[in-house]
């Protein structure tokens, strides 16, 4: 807290954001709307260190940054719904859609302020830092959808559309994608009728593609970049090599479910999905004797992912004033790498511990494999690629590990409890088989290679100190590598929220004659965790666990009202 007052950082953020549409309907059934879109924003930031305290060695600093964000949408759509004979229902819609999306802004900061009042850009004496942006792209797409429903039993839905980016080069700027859909609402057949207990039986069917075009905005150019000393006058030099056929990735998606209803009082949903991508935007590595550049965009590879996804929701017991609702779901994802780029098998990732391989998950550690430590001597011990136990560190024995940081298994549970206007709610969220390399303990287990920073405990309780000891921290001095020591086991279970609440009974309400409803509540989130994880938080979007900031214990207490 103390830095933070003396090297404070001010933001201000202005926004406006707006909407306006015009609609007509020319003739029954057929509608035509305009939309435009306006979403703008400005922020500004002011950064000070003031030169009185003492970490900032008499030294002050200043800084100033100011950015503009304009972000433009119009939509033209054509809708056109008729109905046949009472049973065939038509709907049918064509459509443009545009985005532009422009970003400026600019940043300069100063040192050598010595009076903590005059600590501004000005009053320094050099420049330390300066930098602007300016970026922009542009979408345009066209689409049309047509859906059919057969006397509600039978519903088919089609669509197709065409995009383009201004991300992409001229030979890869469009792409064409398209989706099919079918459903058998098989409860309203006449042979289903006499089943009163099944209240909901649906089949569905849907395949279809789209496409991913998130990449920086100009990567398919051939770029020179200036900022260069060359014998103190400016220079410019070439920054990439840019291409040219760069395109859209590509996602095709097929899905096959099941939904049921029982007795009004049980929900269940079935799911099993098949997801190909292809085409994938991926910087790919090039040699540096092919005009000096490391890597560049490129569409390669193929990916799939598999899986099913299941839900249940169902009261236990439903009466006139009590209700006990449960709800659960869960789904598993196998992630598969097909193919690379080249020919390639196999590319290693300059993140930590990550290799992509065909054949294995996109997500899966590549590491040594730790063995332990000799109970002897103290010394670490890994073992090779074949399974040996050794007390060399290479980088050959490195392995696909078989563990990975997406959780294939994931899904969640609740229960609401309802008496008149009483309503206690909670939700759990799970992940299973899920793992995290903590480099907190990397750090703090360092035997002595990171002793500048807090050190464990465990390096005074759990070291190995004598013959015969067995632990898995080896003798002082042997410092901590990066292997499966650290790869932790992040399967937790939650409890994301707890809810009670109590709506104000009717006949209280109209007695004011301008309220509908009234309803108090206190709400909890992320009450309880349950993980083997030693990091402060087994829920993070990374491989690797490094000083992050968990969830936060929040509580809540508030009064809806509806006039």
């Known amino acids: 807290m103390e830095w933070m ?49 003492k970490p900032n060695n008499l030294q002050g600093s200043s800084g100033r940054s100011s950015t503009d964000i304009l972000n433009l949408t119009i939509t033209n759509t054509a809708n056109y719904r008729f109905m046949l004979k009472d049973i065939h229902s038509f709907n049918f819609m064509i459509g443009q859609e545009g985005v532009d999306f422009r970003q400026e802004g600019f940043m300069v900061s100063t040192r050598g302020q010595n009076n903590d009042f005059l600590t501004n850009v000005t009053s320094g004496t050099r420049a330390t830092s300066w930098s602007d942006v300016a970026a922009a792209y542009a979408y345009v797409s066209f689409f049309g959808r047509g859906e059919y429903n057969y006397d509600d039993r039978y519903y088919a839905d089609f669509s197709v559309r065409t995009d383009g980016s201004s991300r992409f080069g001229v030979d890869g700027r469009w792409a064409t994608f398209w989706s099919v859909g079918l459903m058998w609402n098989l409860r309203k057949e006449k042979f289903m009728q006499k089943y009163d207990w099944l209240t909901n039986a649906q089949v569905t069917f849907s395949t279809g ?31 990439q090599r840019g291409n040219e056929k760069l395109g859209w990735e590509q996602l095709w998606t097929t899905n096959i479910g099941l939904h049921l209803g029982l007795f009004s009082r049980i929900n269940f949903d079935f799911e099993f999905y098949n997801k190909r991508t292809s085409n994938m935007l991926m910087e790919v590595p090039v040699s540096y004797s092919d005009g000096g550049y490391s890597s560049r965009w490129d569409n390669v590879g193929v990916m799939v992912n598999r899986g099913v996804e299941m839900s249940l929701n169902t009261d236990i017991i439903r009466t006139k004033d009590f209700t006990w609702n449960i709800n659960a779901n869960v789904s598993y994802n196998k992630n598969e790498l097909k193919e690379l780029y080249n020919g390639a098998d196999e590319y290693i990732v300059g993140t930590t511990a990550s290799k992509l391989t065909v054949g294995h998950s996109v997500s899966e550690f590549y590491m040594n494999r730790y063995a332990g430590v000799n109970p002897a001597n103290g010394d670490a011990l890994w073992y090779t690629k074949d399974g040996e136990v050794t007390t060399e560190l290479r980088e050959a024995d490195k392995v696909m590990t078989g563990k990975s940081y997406i959780a294939p298994w994931q899904g969640g549970f609740g229960t609401t409890l309802t008496w008149k206007g009483w309503s206690l709610n909670t939700q759990f969220s799970w992940m299973a088989d899920r793992w995290l390399y903590n480099n907190d303990r990397y750090m703090e287990e360092s035997n002595g290679q990171f002793s500048m920073y807090n050190q464990s405990k465990r390096l005074l309780y759990d070291r190995w100190k004598k013959p015969g000891d067995i632990t898995d921290i080896p003798r002082h001095g042997v410092y901590a590598q990066h292997d499966t020591r650290f790869l932790e086991d ?17 006949n209280w309400l109209k007695k004011t004659k301008f309220i509908s409803s009234a309803r108090l509540y206190g709400q909890a989130q992320n009450l309880l965790t349950f993980t083997k994880f030693t990091g402060l938080d087994p829920e993070t979007n990374s491989n690797m666990y490094q000083a992050a900031y968990p969830m936060s214990r929040q509580f809540s207490f508030g009064l809806d009202i509806t006039f």
């Not at 090297?7 to 057929?30: D, R």
């Not at 496409?211 to 920054?239: C, F, K, Q």
């Open 5 to 53: 007052a003396n090297n404070p950082v001010k933001y201000k953020k202005y926004k406006v954001i707006s909407t306006l549409f015009a609609e007509a309907t020319l003739l029954e059934g057929l509608t035509i709307r305009s939309q435009f879109g306006i979403d703008f924003s400005h922020q500004s930031a002011f950064m000070q260190s003031f030169p009185s305290y």
């Open 209 to 239: 593609t789209s496409g991913n075009s998130t990449i920086p905005n100009y990567d398919h150019l051939a770029l020179v970049s200036g900022g260069l000393d060359y014998m103190g006058e400016a220079g410019i030099a070439p920054s």
């Open 490 to 506: 992040a399967s937790f279970l939650r409890l994301k929220n707890l809810m009670l609440s109590y709506t104000l009974p009717q």
